[in-house]
Nanobody, 123 residues
């Protein structure tokens, strides 16, 4: 079973920066996509940024030009650099990955989520 663990959340003032990190562990054969989602109180979970095999990136409209996603597949790690943070960025941020893992019976698809890390943007 693939496990995702996030780190790097916290409290930051408007205009500040944070770096979120997520490490995946398990018998991972390959990733198809790694990314970040967020969920604010009373709102649905939404895409923040994702990066697919081959390096193609996709960003939510509200974070384009402020956030950058990067991955190190050799280290099973995905990073989210967040700049010029705004109060509306306040949410729980979840790491996500999908791909193929090795099992006793061969290979199978996995789709895993982290437990989430709180990001609060406030003065």
């Amino acid at each position: 079973q693939v496990r995702m663990v996030e780190s790097g959340g916290g409290l930051v003032q408007p205009g500040g920066s944070l770096r979120l990190s997520c490490v995946a562990s398990g018998s991972i054969l390959r990733f198809n996509v790694m990314g970040w989602y967020r969920q604010a109180p009373g709102k649905e979970r939404e895409l923040v940024a994702a990066i697919s095999r081959g390096g193609y990136t996709n960003y939510g409209d509200s974070v384009k030009d402020r956030f950058t996603i990067a991955e190190d597949s050799a280290k099973n790690t995905v990073i989210l650099h967040m700049n010029n943070l705004k109060p509306e960025d306040t949410a729980v941020y979840y790491c996500h990955a999908a791909g193929t893992e090795l099992t006793e019976g061969g290979q199978q698809h996995f789709d895993s989520w982290g437990q989430g890390t709180q990001v609060t943007v406030s003065s």
